[in-house]
């Protein structure tokens, strides 16, 4: 039984400052999926590995469920309306964001202040969410990229 209750819960993660990623996957259906996600991080460097946590409700997770691999996008301090526009229930997220395709197909968007494209080796369950563990096949980072940072529910640059 918690004892936290979800207010203070969300107010304490709050102060912890993240960056943001776009998480892209291939549905079965063939279309693009993708989510605004905070949720991610680096896990293993031999073999190279990252993961991204996803929530049971999220519209993407069936599809992430199903995918082989994914990809993620780190936002730029530039991209706030891709962050707020992949975070939009209902919204048709892929119109009028720009992205090009990685060695598997998947959704890379342009701009980002760096690209990581990974086969997903392992799928944990965490409470409401799944961490999907991924080993990384292709990075690429922009050299004078700044990433974009989520903090106490605000979009802000790194000083
Ligand atoms: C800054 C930010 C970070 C987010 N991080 C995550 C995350 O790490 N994992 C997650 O499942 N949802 C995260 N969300 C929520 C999703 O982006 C999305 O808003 C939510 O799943 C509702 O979208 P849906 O209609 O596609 O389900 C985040 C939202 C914002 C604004």
């Known amino acids: 039984m918690s004892h936290v209750d ?11 400052p993240s960056g943001v990623t776009v998480v892209t996957v291939r549905g079965d259906d063939g279309l ?9 991080a680096s896990l ?5 590995l990252v993961l991204v946590c996803i929530g049971d ?13 994914f990809a993620v996008s780190v936002l730029s301090e530039d991209q706030t309306a891709i962050a707020q526009r992949f ?6 997220r892929f119109a009028g964001a720009k992205f090009s ?11 980002a202040a760096a690209h990581l494209e990974c086969t997903i080796v392992a799928r944990h369950r965490g ?3 799944t961490i999907v563990v991924g080993e990384v096949t292709a990075a690429s980072a922009v ?17």
């Open 44 to 48: 293993s460097l031999e073999p190279p």
């Open 87 to 92: 975070a939009e229930p209902g919204a048709d």
């Open 6 to 16: 979800a207010a203070t819960f969300r107010h304490a993660l709050g102060r912890f």
């Open 32 to 40: 693009d999926y993708g989510m605004t996600v905070s949720a991610f």
């Open 57 to 69: 409700d999220a519209t993407i997770a069936g599809a992430v469920a199903a995918a082989g691999h």
């Open 101 to 111: 395709r990685g060695a598997d197909g998947l959704a890379l968007i342009d701009g």
């Open 127 to 129: 409470g409401d969410h």
């Open 143 to 159: 050299e004078a990229g700044c990433p974009l940072v989520y903090q106490r529910g605000e979009y802000k640059r790194v000083q």
